[in-house]
């Protein structure tokens, strides 16, 4: 089983925000990156640390750590973000477990 | 610009071995580290391990560890997974990532994290008799 938990899927209407959380204790210590991955192709990264969008990402995403849990938001949800979204994060032994990935619908 | 090319789909029976290559270009390869993950068939992602190209240091998932071997090849900015003992279970796809580790001191807590920054395509495992 995995060491962080997120939500498996969630749906949201075309233009409005959407929350997509992922819990573990590793949360407390190290920040989490987050990846998109569409049907058929690799992921790509969408997020990572504190707040850190990558170039080409648009600043519709964002992200936030509160305690066990990190979260990536989208304001303003665009038909192209549908798709799986993974965290991943440091563990206490030094490996780097994924999520179990949240669908995300875009209404 | 950064591009991880990885080699051609695999056929192995149970048992065998297979070794999975991923060539960089677009960057110092030795200056950042590999990580290996998989997806198995209509699953989620699952993290296998990580090489640094600098030191070679590596760490495993412990579902591979005794199985897995990851190497680097500095002189053609190549990483490889040779995986052993293949089960059923290995049948996946495993994509090859350039990594790299940030400390984050902008906050009042200071964290580490991981970026996989670039993936190879893919290459897909298959495991049967």
């Known amino acids: 089983s995995s060491e962080l938990t997120q939500d498996p899927a969630v749906s949201v209407a075309l233009g409005q925000t959407v929350r997509m959380t992922c819990q573990g204790d590793?949360?407390?210590?190290?920040?989490a990156s987050w990846y998109q991955q569409k049907p058929g192709q690799a992921p790509v990264l969408v997020m990572s640390g504190k707040n850190n969008r990558p170039s080409g990402i648009p600043d519709r995403f964002s992200g936030s750590t509160s305690g066990n849990t990190a979260s990536l938001t989208i304001t303003g949800a665009q038909a192209e973000d549908e798709g799986d979204y993974y965290c991943n994060c440091r563990d206490g032994s030094g490996h780097h477990p994924f999520g179990g990935g949240t669908k995300l619908t875009v209404l | 610009q950064v591009q991880l090319v990885q080699s051609g789909r695999e056929a192995k029976k149970p048992g065998a071995s297979v070794k999975v290559s991923c060539r960089a270009s677009g960057y110092t390869f030795s200056h950042f580290g590999i990580t290996w993950v998989r997806q198995a068939p209509g699953q989620g992602l699952e993290w296998v391990g990580w090489?640094?190209?600098?030191?070679?240091?590596?760490s495993y998932a412990q579902k591979v560890q005794g199985r897995a071997t990851m190497t680097t090849d500095t002189s053609t900015s190549t990483a490889y997974l040779d995986l052993r003992g293949l089960r059923s279970d290995d049948t996946a796809v495993y994509y090859c990532a350039k990594s790299q580790d940030y400390f984050d001191t902008s906050g009042p807590s200071p964290k580490g994290f991981r970026r996989l920054e670039a993936w190879g395509q893919g290459t897909l495992v298959t495991v049967s008799s």
């Open positions: 590793s949360l407390r210590n190290y920040y």
């Open positions: 090489i640094s190209a600098y030191s070679g240091d590596t």
